[in-house]
């Protein structure tokens, strides 16, 4: 990989188990492989599901639920024979790589608050005590009303009740332990209950529209999932006390040192229709795969000035694998599911390796396109490279993973990053310049048939 950039996210599936129909695990890992899927949260730690997932390659993250966190706060002893028992004697052959310590506690359990980060510190010191804590990850799901501003997001505000008391202390342990925050977010939610009308369908699916300017930085949000992951970031760093340059950096501004995953993003087709509920999950693999956001784009700067290629990245599980016909609630909830759980046939496509190009204004049509020139040498082409990432380039595209990584080739990278950044930069030739590493032409090269940007510009 010759683009020093935060690697492109990841979307895996929730896996619920409430219902009579859910298929057994060995058949459920069949459809998982079929369809390219290669990361999975689950609720609890079911042995079945972790065994059926051995020497499959797929990514799990699993669960301490709320019903066990005042044990793991209150004994270290706990929490160690808990990972002990769920979660180390199943890996490596299972590829848990991370572990939810409750779920939404501060609105279906508030009574664990102040409990909360200490089950994740007991369980963590456990990890660590095994080995295990630079390979699995500690975090603990929030509710997206966790947050009691989020638009404008340059204004994201946690609620009062947990900003000082937990969430500094919370934002502390992630840093500390480079673990994601993890949000659960449901974008159509907040449409279903716009009373002004101002949330299209076109904006919360990612389809074309026109943006929403947060009027206070100007900056342009083409998605409505864009401008919660961004509100979070900036409630983040309100809780980002100057301890050191990480949080420095992040103090009362966004905080773009620390990875986001989206714990649970889905759709229920009791309240949307089925086509928006594909738009939208077809548009959330390409958000992240491509990480063609503020929120990604961002984080080159901090992981170069941190020597860290960590935060910035946003990942993301779809809820859910199936519709679970036994969830309590009324029967929105039962109805997320990607799949029938009775014959494993889709409710609507989703590609999970793909997705499809991300949301952004219609430019005009492409009549030139910038290239490497590799003439120059590799030294030369390097530096160029690593300019025009640092300076507006979306160089995410070419990560590990994502659709333009192939071919991975320095000259290949190049000529995408310089091609983003002349395209940007509205095709002025100064813009292709990068120190006679850049040149001109007015046929479209084939490095960038990969391109969801380019090719379209």
Not at 384 to 408: I, K, N, T, V, Y
């Amino acid at each position: 990989m010759y683009a020093n950039v935060t690697e492109a996210g990841e979307v895996g599936v929730c896996w619920g188990t409430i219902g009579d129909s859910i298929p057994d695990p060995g058949k459920v890992v069949q459809l998982l492989k079929q369809n390219s899927i290669t990361m999975v949260r689950i609720y609890n730690t079911d042995s079945g599901i972790i065994n059926a997932l051995a020497n499959t390659g797929i990514k799990l993250m699993v669960a301490l639920p709320n019903e066990q966190l005042a044990n793991a706060a209150s004994s270290p002893s706990y929490a160690r024979q808990w990972v002990q028992d769920k979660v180390a004697k199943y890996y490596p052959s299972t590829l848990i790589n991370g572990i939810a310590v409750g779920n939404e506690v501060f609105d279906s359990a508030s009574n664990l608050n102040q409990q909360l980060v200490p089950a994740m510190r007991n369980v963590h010191a456990a990890l660590a005590s095994l080995g295990l804590d630079g390979v699995i990850k500690v975090s603990t799901p929030v509710a997206f009303s966790a947050l009691k501003v989020s638009w404008r997001p340059s204004q994201g505000e946690f609620r009062d009740d947990i900003a000082q008391s937990v969430m500094v202390d919370l934002v502390a342990f992630l840093r500390q332990t480079d673990a994601p925050f993890m949000i659960n977010v449901y974008p159509y939610r907040a449409y279903l209950d716009d009373p002004n009308h101002s949330i299209s369908v076109e904006w919360w699916t990612f389809q074309p529209n026109d943006g929403h300017v947060d009027d206070l930085t100007g900056h342009v949000y083409y998605s409505l999932y864009d401008a919660q992951m961004d509100a979070l970031r900036y409630a983040i760093g309100k809780v980002s006390p100057a301890s050191s340059l990480r949080a420095w950096l992040a103090q009362g501004t966004r905080a773009d040192d620390i990875a986001l995953t989206c714990s649970e993003c889905g759709c229920s087709r009791w309240n949307i229709p089925p086509h928006q509920c594909r738009d939208f999950a077809n548009g959330l693999i390409s958000y992240t795969l491509d990480a063609s956001t503020s929120a990604a784009r961002s984080n080159y700067t901090a992981s170069r000035l941190l020597g860290s290629a960590g935060g910035g990245a946003t990942s993301g599980y779809i809820f859910a694998l199936f519709d679970e016909d036994s969830k309590p609630g009324d029967e929105s909830e039962r109805k997320f599911g990607l799949f029938d759980p009775t014959n494993m046939q889709p409710f609507y496509d989703v590609d999970f390796v793909h997705g499809r190009c991300p949301v952004a204004p219609t430019p005009p049509a492409a009549s030139s396109w910038c290239v490497a020139n590799t003439a120059v040498g590799d030294e030369r082409l390097q530096e160029a490279l690593d300019w025009a990432c640092g300076h507006g380039a979306d160089c995410s595209a070419m990560q590990p993973g994502a659709r333009c990584f192939s071919p991975d080739t320095k000259e290949a990278h190049a000529t995408y990053a310089f091609n983003d950044y002349y395209q940007r930069n509205g095709r002025a030739s100064s813009a292709c310049d990068f120190n006679g590493a850049g040149s001109i032409v007015y046929q479209q090269p084939s490095e960038l048939a990969c391109s969801c940007s380019s090719i379209h510009h």
